[in-house]
């Protein structure tokens, strides 16, 4: 288990651990960001733009996002297995698909999921992150030190690019 400074004690008492998303864990994976979008991110957009997002994240299309991207899981380890409760994504040096299990918000599993990404951008050389956010989770990611850089609109879906130096 990765432990960061930072973390919810939570997160440090829990079994929480991230690895490399495997092909298995596109159904999961497609479970968990579909409970985000339709209770986190219903608050901030239309019905109809949720109903579009939606469809970029079906198992299918986890699988072949698996295939451009290096896709992370955490996971809640359990005498049964684990359990897939957040993902992330790095794509070069664009963070994408950051999503927590609503059940298991507020217990720094996005925090973890961020630092290992940062971790791997760090390892790749990356001096810049930059992160394509919903308005949802704009608060989140400027407690993590990232800026506002502009706005992108596209119909009714609004899109803010913000950016992280990363120090070395």
């Keep these: 288990m990765l432990f960061i400074c930072g973390l919810s004690a939570q997160v440090r008492k829990m079994n929480i651990k991230v690895r490399p998303a495997r092909t298995a864990d596109a159904g999961a994976i497609s479970r968990v960001v579909l409970a985000a979008l339709r209770t986190s991110n219903a608050r901030d957009y239309p019905a109809s733009v949720i109903e579009r997002v939606q469809l970029s994240f079906s198992p299918a299309a ?12 955490a996971v809640a380890v359990a005498v049964a297995g684990e359990v897939v409760v957040g993902t992330a994504s790095l794509e070069g040096q664009v963070v994408r698909s950051v999503f927590v299990d609503p059940d298991w918000h507020r217990r720094g599993i996005g925090r973890l999921l961020m630092a290992e990404l940062e971790h791997i951008a760090r390892g790749a050389g990356l001096e810049l992150l930059i992160v394509p956010s919903s308005l949802t989770a704009q608060e989140f990611y400027t407690a993590l030190g990232f800026r506002l850089v502009r706005e992108h609109q596209e119909g009714e879906e609004r899109t803010l690019i ?3 130096q990363l120090r070395t």
């Design 62 to 73: 986890i699988e072949r996002l698996m295939q451009q991207r290096r896709m992370f899981v």
């Design 162 to 164: 913000m950016e992280r």
